[in-house]
């Protein structure tokens, strides 16, 4: 068992690696097909996708040019209506300052080793002294700033967009914005110590992936088993057969159930 040649890593599998290498086993190398449910309520977790992926959409068609009004017009439901406001009323306050040049749903593949390394920007905002990357949030609870730095999606997002663009780190930076918390968008600064350590960690996981994939057997499941209770192999690893429920002010709920549009070509560098 080996890695294709021609697979592409991404923030979502590098994060099943890191929360399970099991679960990547089963998931990309193995293919295997396993559909529980991730989360109850289903409907709920449902409904709630659909309107994130329309949020994106909106946004996206906003920035491609159609009409305020015409897309305000396509906001029936309270929930995805707020977001669009809030949205609005953003680009007036701490969404002013980004460059002009904004480019929304933008796929970026760059070499990782023999393999590709792909991240899939909700927005890239730029000029010639900085880079802005932001992604849009519907969480229900704003994540804290330590937590949004040690997710997979910082790390590689940050990376991919230097090395993509070739631009110093100190030009680069992140920024989360909240469609529940409008004003409380979080910025991230980027800088050489950090890419170098993302570059570090990237090529440890990768090295980690092959070494376990040249080997026979089952990989590690994660000692963590509260991570199980949203994974769609749990009942395969006997590690319950329920689905995990949706608690979004739950203090140890920190799992990104936000949706990004990942349909559009990659742009190969």
């Not at 960690?201 to 499941?221: C, H, M, P, S, Y």
């Amino acid at each position: 068992m080996s890695l294709p040649t021609n697979f592409q890593f991404s923030q979502a599998s590098l994060s099943d690696y890191v929360d399970c290498a099991r679960r990547f086993q089963l998931r990309y190398l193995l293919e295997q097909d396993w559909p529980a449910v991730e989360s109850e309520p289903l409907l709920e977790r449902e409904r709630f996708a659909d309107l994130g992926r329309r949020f994106h959409k909106l946004i996206q068609q906003h920035i491609e040019g159609i009409s305020i009004d015409a897309l305000t017009q396509s906001t029936n439901e309270p929930e995805l209506a707020r977001w669009w406001l809030n949205y609005l009323a953003s680009l007036k306050t701490n969404l002013s300052v980004l460059p002009s040049d904004r480019r929304a749903e933008v796929a970026i593949s760059i070499p990782l080793d023999r393999y590709r390394l792909t991240a899939h920007l909700d927005l890239i905002a730029a000029d010639a002294d900085r880079i802005v990357i932001i992604d849009w949030k519907t969480e229900r609870k704003r994540p804290t700033r330590d937590q949004l730095l040690k997710r997979m999606q910082t790390r590689v997002y940050r990376y991919v967009v230097t090395e993509a663009y070739q631009r110093p780190p100190g030009t680069i930076s992140m920024i989360y914005w909240f469609a529940e918390f409008p004003d409380q968008p979080e910025v991230l600064q980027y800088d050489a110590a950090q890419h170098a350590d993302d570059r570090d960690f990237l090529n440890q996981v990768l090295v980690e992936i092959e070494t376990r994939a040249q080997a026979e057997g089952e990989w590690d499941k994660t000692p963590d088993e509260r991570k199980c209770a949203y994974c769609t192999y749990r009942s395969l690893c006997n590690r319950g057969s329920s689905a995990g429920v949706i608690d979004p002010v739950a203090e140890d709920y920190n799992r990104d159930f936000s949706i990004s549009l990942e349909e559009i070509e990659e742009i190969a560098y």
